[in-house]
């Protein structure tokens, strides 16, 4: 194996010999020295070693160097030849970080949690599966790197394993990271589409934080610490996105804006985080999970599931049928649906039968509204005995 | 056959198509009440809300097919090659299911009340939150055993279901009503049921050996002769609990309540009950080879002939016992 202090050189060499050696110096010039110069004598008075030495020295993990290169050619033009360019350099500079890695590994062994990284797998195959893998990995990276990325491409260069581990350290109880979320989505575009996917990912989350048992004892008097990190949180991500702008403009470079995707960020982000007002706790006092499996039972003994999942979903999370197409709902659970519903409204029957019925005559794409009516009632009687037991 | 043609003699009031081949066909929403479609080929057709209600498909060729939020109440699937089908949200209620192959089929939510499962192949299927209240899955004389191996039930309503000699080989049954199942002789080998509420349920001769049952309720379960070797019992609430010869070798029981729970002749080898309260509870000639009781409240139990010789009793509340001499502890 190669000795940490000879890959520098390594790659100094190589790639001040290949083809694209010109561009190549631009880039690592660009992300250690972190400006953009279009003067190449200026660039040329550096040396690729010592560009690269720079670069590793700034960079203490393999994820921070692999953000800057990433984020960095996000913003050229040429990305295709940027981005192997990026890819290679990231690749050479791994082995010294893995080398550090190794020896940091012998002195403290892994904590080997086994049980842990078994639901992280999990968690990790459920949101690849996932109909809406690439915005929960959107959210799911914003909440763990704190700006939002939106180029799913560069998302997909990060080890989801990884982020999803971060993400728990990041954020040690559901609440938190409901938080956390929560002001994210509240940033941007189409948020209550994105609300139901935060509930997707705190659900997710969930198998984890379920088998800590510890988060229960040191949950309650949390709250002050929290507002401080998601302070501190919404700092940092205007100061990392006032970077980016800065970035953008003095970029000589560049022709094509990047493109304004629907899932984009407004521009105001993060100036005025309001708090949201949705009930933190996983479950109401009053709601008994035992006599839930009840309600479910009447609703689908009355009425068709699939109709009144629809219908729960679009009215939850207020949700434009022309928006969002209702096959959305295969990615999440009557029980979800029903319990979020409680968390919204309570006992509150009258919202819930207002913005059910709102719903089922919006004009849903294959659904008649005199079917839907149906629906609608029978969830309403179902509810109404259910508040009876509760 | 052409689907319009198929349409057309549907309209006109024709009723039997049997062996009819419409792979493909698109019939969503379609009133189809009560036709008679067995020995068909449909699959990939799509049925997506679709009125099918006492519709006869038994032995039809439905792999890949889409029953999403379609009602089939009182169908006739029998033999029904449904592979990789979609039902999510639909109604099968009072189906005859009856050794269909379902494996990888999406049933998510779908009402499942009373259908006839009997001999069906359901591995790999997802039935997460289902309802299956009243559903048969009971293995016959000489039948096959209804196949749930690696199935996903998490959260659904199994209450009151006939599971008798299933198999559930490493199901996920996460937070699953399994209240006053039938699960005797079942083989939940490797399964999860972490939370599952599985209150007075029959789990006689039932195979749980290295399952997960964190957390899980099995006040008032029957579970005489099962074999819960490596089973993973965490806080599991086991009161009241009869499993007399029950096998619980290197079972994780910490901080387990055994109240009045019936243990005789358990074995209990290198069990670990750390924490564990076992307060009246009946451990005659109870096995406890290098079993650790570190913690345990075993007070006002009954420990006649049980081998206590090898245990960890550090720290462990006798309080009342009848000791396996006979004796009464006293402090």
Not at chain 1, 5 to 16: G, K, R, T, V, W
Not at chain 2, 290 to 313: C, E, F, V, Y
């Amino acid at each position: 194996m190669m000795v940490s202090s000879d890959i520098i050189p390594s790659i100094a060499q190589e790639l001040s010999h290949s083809k694209e050696a010109k561009r190549a110096k631009k880039l690592i010039f660009y992300v250690s020295q972190r400006y953009w110069e279009s003067d190449f004598s200026i660039i040329d008075g550096y040396s690729f070693e010592s560009l690269l030495q720079n670069l590793y020295e700034n960079n203490p993990t393999l994820d921070d160097l692999k953000a800057l290169l990433f984020q960095a050619v996000n913003t050229l033009n040429r990305k295709e030849v940027y981005n192997k360019i990026a890819k290679y350099v990231f690749q050479r500079m791994a082995e010294i970080y893995n080398n550090v890695d190794e020896d940091s590994m012998s002195q403290n062994p892994p904590q080997g949690n086994e049980f842990e990284s078994e639901l992280v797998a999990r968690i990790v195959e459920n949101i690849q599966y996932h109909d809406e893998s690439p915005r929960i990995k959107k959210l799911v990276f914003a909440a763990c790197k704190q700006y939002w990325e939106n180029d799913i491409n560069v998302i997909e260069m990060y080890d989801l394993n990884e982020i999803i581990l971060e993400l728990y350290q990041l954020y040690p109880n559901a609440k938190r990271l409901r938080k956390a979320l929560d002001s994210i989505v509240a940033t941007i575009n189409r948020q209550n589409f994105y609300s139901f996917i935060a509930d997707t990912i705190v659900g997710e989350l969930n198998y984890l934080y379920k088998h800590d048992t510890t988060e229960a004892i040191t949950d309650d008097n949390a709250s002050e610490e929290e507002t401080k990190l998601i302070k501190a949180k919404s700092q940092d991500t205007s100061h990392e996105l006032q970077e980016a702008v800065t970035i953008q403009e003095s970029e000589v470079d560049t022709v094509t804006p990047s493109e304004s995707e629907e899932d984009s960020l407004v521009v105001k982000m993060s100036t005025d985080i309001v708090p949201s007002g949705v009930p933190e706790g996983q479950i109401l006092p009053w709601l008994k999970l035992d006599n839930l499996f009840d309600l479910k039972q009447e609703i689908m003994q009355y009425t068709n599931p699939l109709r009144g999942k629809i219908l729960l979903f679009y009215a939850i999370y207020q949700i434009h049928p022309s928006e969002q197409h209702w096959s959305i709902v295969r990615t999440c659970s009557l029980d979800d649906l029903l319990i979020k519903m409680f968390q919204n409204h309570g006992k509150d029957i009258k919202t819930i039968e207002k913005e059910l019925m709102y719903v089922a005559n919006s004009g849903i794409e294959g659904l008649e509204p005199d079917d839907n009516a149906q629906t609608v009632t029978a969830i309403l009687e179902s509810i109404k005995h259910f508040y009876r037991k509760c | 056959m052409e689907v319009n043609e198929f349409i057309q003699r549907y309209t006109s009031g024709e009723n039997d198509f049997s062996g009819v081949m419409l792979a493909g066909v698109d019939l969503v929403g379609a009133d189809l009440i009560g036709i008679i479609l067995q020995d068909s080929n449909l699959s990939r057709a799509n049925f997506t809300f679709a009125y099918l209600s006492r519709a006869n498909l038994s032995r039809a060729n439905l792999m890949e097919s889409n029953f999403s939020g379609a009602n089939l109440n009182q169908a006739s699937l029998d033999g029904a090659n449904l592979h990789r089908s979609e039902f999510h949200g639909a109604i099968l209620q009072k189906a005859d299911m009856r050794s269909v192959q379902m494996s990888l089929a999406n049933l998510l939510d779908a009402n499942l009340m009373e259908v006839d499962f009997r001999s069906a192949d359901l591995s790999n299927a997802n039935l997460k939150g289902a309802c299956l209240r009243g559903s048969n899955m009971r293995q016959e004389k000489r039948g096959k055993p209804t196949n749930l191996k690696g199935a996903n039930l998490d959260k659904a309503d199994l209450k009151n279901v006939d599971l008798q000699g299933a198999d559930l080989t490493r199901a996920s049954l996460v937070g699953a009503n399994l209240a006053d199942v039938n699960l005797r002789n079942a083989n939940l080998t490797g399964a999860d049921l972490t939370g599952a509420n599985l209150k007075g349920a029959s789990l006689t001769d039932i195979k749980l050996e290295g399952a997960k049952l964190i957390g899980a309720n099995l006040s008032n379960v029957k579970m005489e002769r099962g074999n819960l070797t490596d089973a993973d019992l965490t806080m599991a609430n086991l009161e009241s609990a009869t499993m007399p010869d029950a096998k619980l070798v290197r079972t994780n029981l910490i901080q387990a309540n055994l109240n009045f729970a019936r243990l005789n002749r358990v074995d209990l080898s290198r069990a670990n009950l750390y924490g564990a309260i076992m307060r009246n509870a009946s451990l005659m000639d109870v096995f406890f080879a290098r079993t650790n009781l570190t913690s345990a409240d075993l007070s006002d139990s009954n420990l006649i002939g049980a081998d206590l010789s090898s245990a960890n009793i550090t720290g462990v509340n006798f309080n009342g016992s009848i000791m396996p001499d006979g004796q009464v502890y006293h402090k």
